[in-house]
């Protein structure tokens, strides 16, 4: 039985089993976490387009302000489990409660003050955000009810990310897919039968966050395999706080600054009009769809990192971060030439109705199909270097994808190429990142390989 393990064997599983077959088992339950997470955010997409084409351009808008609020919980839910592995890898489970309780608390209290900020500046805010004039109004509707369910979403992303640096990704998944289904099955029964619109589509979100909060709760305090949070853990500190900072600060900028990307594009977009905005929300929202496989397996291979890095084992940590490399950049070689054949009928299955969004969507995807098979590596070397501790290296390999490399390429295409310098933006930035990462990861491979040599020279 899954629930029967207790931490004492979660440790030897994770210093002994083979990576070959420990790492998928770690990682089916976050791949379909993040698939479930991937379908109901298409979902809304899916549904809010039949309401129209601003509609369907309001929720690529209101996209970017649910990647801050997930930046942020990424953080100190990352932040937070990568410590707890490494602890759980030196075997300091009271040291691992306390950071399980601070992690939590904070995200409460930040998700708390954004929301307050943002209901207060709400229609600054989606124009910001690059709301159109006519999309603006559809953007505010739906962007309130997120908001009310911010301060829940973040502690979910909290306690997920919490849950799987601790090796329990099953837990973790029953709580996000719970959510999920929740939400799909809540879109249509709300957007259509109760006529709510895009509201609707907004509310089944929020609350599906709000249940899946609770059913993480529940696993993470009344499952004896977890760390539980236990509000008389609440003692902060600098230090703890600088650790949580400088583990979690690599998924803030790598999705923080996606977040900002978002924005950008919807800014360059704004002369070709809502199609445009519509076409590339649609794209992001598929694209995000077949990364997030990818992702998923990258999580169930960081606490096998996380724990072993902790424990010396560096050796074990490098079979596994190669082992990841192969079969991410294979599956996703297969994602790539099924989304470059079929583009046309995939764009259509969100918006056949409007011919211009069909016709930016289809090139948008096949140019970005191109170089989906180098995500892999790109994730991969992300995820390492976050898990490991390499901090300042592993803020930079996550800028690189959306930030270092496609923001320029942003401000610069479109002026020269005009909506082609648009869709193919992403290809561009995809081949710069993956030299850059590649170039950057090489160095630390060595160091470890260092260490490991050191470590066997003492032992001999």
Request: aromatic fraction near 12%; charged fraction near 15%; include cysteine.
């Amino acid at each position: 039985m899954k629930g029967a393990i207790t931490q004492e064997e979660r440790y030897t599983q994770m210093m002994n089993e083979p990576v070959e077959t420990l790492i998928p088992k770690m990682a089916v339950p976050t791949i379909i976490s993040m698939l479930v997470t991937s379908i109901y955010n298409m979902a809304d997409t899916f549904f809010v387009s039949k309401l129209g084409t601003s509609a369907s351009g309001a929720v690529g808008i209101i996209f970017s302000l649910m990647a801050i609020i997930q930046a942020l919980a990424f953080m100190i839910g990352m932040g937070t489990g990568n410590n707890i592995a490494r602890l759980l890898g030196q075997q300091k489970k009271e040291a691992a409660e306390r950071y399980a309780a601070v992690g939590w608390i904070t995200e409460f209290a930040v998700g708390v003050i954004l929301a307050a900020v943002c209901l207060f500046a709400l229609e600054p805010l989606v124009i910001l955000l690059g709301a159109t004039e006519t999309i603006a109004p559809y953007a505010m509707d739906y962007a309130k009810y997120i908001l009310y369910a911010a301060p829940f979403m973040m502690c979910s992303f909290g306690m997920n990310n919490m849950l799987r640096f601790q090796g329990n990704a099953f837990y973790a998944m029953l709580g996000i897919t719970s959510g999920g289904i929740l939400n799909m099955i809540l879109d249509p029964i709300l957007i259509f039968g109760f006529d709510m619109g895009i509201a609707g589509a907004a509310i089944a979100t929020g609350f599906s966050q709000f249940v899946s909060f609770l059913i993480l709760l529940m696993q993470c305090n009344f499952n004896p395999s977890c760390i539980p949070i236990k509000l008389s853990g609440f003692r902060p500190s600098t230090k703890i706080y600088m650790n949580i900072i400088r583990s979690g600060i690599p998924s803030l900028t790598r999705q923080g600054i996606s977040s900002i990307a978002v924005i950008i594009l919807n800014h360059a977009s704004h002369p070709y009009g809502d199609a445009a905005i519509a076409a590339v929300s649609i794209v992001n929202r598929f694209m995000n769809f077949l990364n997030s496989a990818v992702i998923g397996f990258g999580q169930g291979f960081q606490p096998v990192a996380g724990f072993n890095f902790g424990a010396g084992n560096y050796d074990r940590v490098l079979k596994a971060f190669r082992f990841c490399i192969k079969v991410a950049t294979a599956v996703l070689l297969v994602f790539a030439v099924i989304s470059f054949i079929f583009a046309d009928p995939i764009i259509a299955l969100f918006r056949k109705e409007d011919l211009e969004v069909m016709r930016i969507g289809s090139v948008t995807l096949r140019l970005q199909s191109v170089t989906l098979p180098l995500l892999g590596y790109i994730t991969m070397c992300n995820m390492f270097t976050q898990t490991i501790g390499y901090g300042f290296r592993s803020s930079i390999i996550s800028l690189l994808r959306q930030g270092i490399c496609l923001i320029p390429v942003l401000f610069i295409f479109p002026g020269i190429f005009g909506l082609f310098g648009i869709e193919v933006s992403q290809t561009v930035a995809d081949v710069l990142s993956f030299v850059i990462a590649g170039f950057i990861v090489r160095g630390i491979v060595r160091e470890l390989e260092e260490k490991a040599e050191d470590k066997i020279k003492i032992r001999t």
